[in-house]
Structures are given as structure tokens and as C-alpha cells.
């Protein structure tokens, strides 16, 4: 049987400083805008897959905060995924609707999505990251976005 658990998201962009820069997702007051529900169980013969389901408001903030990046901040080498990304509903769609990992914490997963026709990674994904990571992502030329849950605690 499946666990499941609540998780806050945040995400970042490679700015053109190639520093991850987050991204804001908080549109109001409602707690419902930073978190979702991690599944954790066995997808496609696969042991352990985390897939993540976004509450609506954080799904609606997530497509917002993508439809806003700057073009002149992203780092040169992303441009064309992250001009994909923001002018794509279909794409900003397909990211809320379309997150998993595997079940290894502080290991980035990567991020892949159909761009016309072609299975291209777009950037990681990753749960509860140490500093050390998030800095060795920023170096990663390949992490145009990167999104990150973390277990979110009611204590």
C-alpha cells in the first residue's frame, strides 16, 4: 500500500549568473498556495517512485511564476527551454501535473517533458537538499528549472 505525505515546493531558475534564483509561488494567504501530497508506491515496475500531486492553487502559482521569467535573467545556455516553458501552457501544465522521483533524498532527479516531439530534460527535481547540492546544481549547466519539495511539518 502506498504512503503518502504533504510537501512544500519551492522553484528555482538558472539566472544569468548561473545562480539558481527562486521563484515566487505565494499569491495569497491560503496555506494551500506552497503544498501538495507525495505518493510514494510502484509505477511502471518501478520501486519506491515519489509522483506528486500540486494542490490547485500552488499548480495555478507554479504556471504563473513560470509565465513570468524573465528571458533576460535566464542563464544564455537555457534560454530556449525556458522560452519553451513560458510561452507554453501545455508545458507549464505537464510540469504540475507530471512530478516524480525516485525515492533517494538530497539526489537530484531529472526533469524531462515532450517539447515538440522530443524528450528533453528541462531541469531536476529533487527532495530535501542540502546547501551543498542546491550549489552544485547552480553549476549544472543543464538546470534551466529545478523544483524542490521538502516534507512539509505540522509540528
Known amino acids: 500500500m502506498p504512503a503518502s505525505y504533504a510537501v512544500e515546493l519551492c522553484a528555482y531558475y538558472l539566472d544569468d549568473s548561473r545562480e539558481l534564483k ?5 499569491n495569497s494567504d491560503s496555506l494551500d498556495d506552497y503544498y501538495g501530497v507525495c505518493y510514494v508506491g510502484r509505477y511502471n515496475g518501478k520501486k519506491n517512485i515519489k509522483k506528486i500531486s500540486l494542490s490547485e492553487d500552488l499548480a495555478s502559482n507554479l504556471r504563473r511564476a513560470i509565465s513570468n521569467i524573465s528571458a533576460n535573467d535566464v542563464y544564455v545556455k537555457n534560454k530556449v527551454i525556458i522560452g519553451h516553458l513560458v510561452e507554453s501552457i501545455q508545458l507549464q501544465e505537464l ?3 507530471s512530478l516524480e522521483l525516485e525515492s533517494s533524498k538530497n539526489k537530484p532527479y531529472p526533469l524531462h517533458l515532450d517539447i515538440n516531439g522530443t524528450n528533453t530534460k528541462v531541469g531536476y527535481i529533487i527532495e530535501d537538499p542540502s546547501q551543498e547540492v542546491i ?3 547552480s553549476k549544472k549547466q543543464d538546470a534551466a528549472l529545478v523544483i524542490v519539495i521538502k516534507e512539509y511539518c505540522t509540528c
Open 22 to 26: 527562486e521563484i515566487h509561488l505565494k
Open 135 to 137: 550549489i552544485n546544481l
Open 95 to 97: 510540469i504540475c501535473h
